[in-house]
């Protein structure tokens, strides 16, 4: 904190947070069409095959469901461990 990093960190966060907003906005509004938690970034790897794009999609959100159950394993042992 001393160093001065939060300043940007928070601003990049913000960033973040504010291209969110305008994205659920206008999805609301259905201004565009997105799916849920499509940020539009990425999708010129996905695979052009309908079929291999909707297995990758599933292998994205099994491994972010794994990630989320690690973390939450590293939190409750840094709980009980002090």
């Known amino acids: 904190v001393e160093a ?15 291209y969110g ?12 069409k997105r799916d849920a938690g499509d940020f539009f970034i990425g999708k010129q790897v996905l695979p052009k095959d309908p079929e291999q794009e909707r297995l990758m999609r599933l292998k994205e959100i099994e491994n972010g469901r794994l990630a989320m159950l690690a973390f939450s394993g590293i939190c409750t042992q840094a709980v009980l461990f002090k």
């Open 21 to 32: 907003g305008w994205l659920t906005l206008n999805g609301f509004e259905e201004r565009i």
């Open 4 to 18: 001065g990093v939060m300043g940007p960190f928070l601003a990049a966060v913000g960033v973040v947070e504010l």
